[in-house]
């Protein structure tokens, strides 16, 4: 009798998914997709974890723009780089079904999505990002 089954491994905040088949004595195991409830939950726990969450890529443009808007003000921000996670890109589908857009980056403050770059930027020059981030429950400022 062959079982198939999968998991979910969680290890920090990455999950994997491992689907292992087993017939008799011998167990075979390989690295899948995640569900996008997984993708979904692992969203949702970074962006409650984090005031600043950042899902980028590292040859992406525009997010080395949203990093540096955060940099200039002092603000810790957790990165996500899409492009070196196992299971990035059915992150960003996911993304985009939380947020209505696929581009990157998107970024949350205090677990709402405020767009991408130029929306970051436009906060920023309007003087409304820093009140955002001042409302976040975490401390989120460099206190040097």
Do not use: W
């Not at 390989?30 to 005031?51: K, L, M, P, Y």
């Not at 999505?113 to 436009?122: A, E, F, H, L, N």
Request: proline share 2%; charged share 15%; net charge positive.
């Amino acid at each position: 009798m062959l079982l198939r089954f999968s998991v979910v491994y969680k290890s920090g905040n990455v999950y994997s998914l491992i689907q292992r088949s087993r017939m008799g004595n011998s167990t075979s195991t390989t690295s899948g997709r995640v569900s996008d409830q997984a993708c979904s939950q692992f969203i949702q726990e970074t962006v409650s974890h984090n005031c600043i969450v950042i899902f980028s890529k590292t040859t992406c443009p525009y997010c080395k723009m949203a990093k540096n808007v955060f940099n200039q003000i002092g603000a810790t921000y957790r990165v996500i780089e899409l492009d070196e996670h196992n299971n990035g890109q059915q992150i960003q589908d996911v993304l985009e079904q939380i947020s209505g857009a696929r581009t990157v980056p998107r970024v949350f403050i205090n677990g709402q999505c405020i767009g991408g770059s130029s929306d970051t930027r436009q906060l920023h020059e309007q003087g409304k990002l820093l009140p955002l981030i001042e409302k976040c429950n975490l401390c989120c400022l460099n206190n040097t």
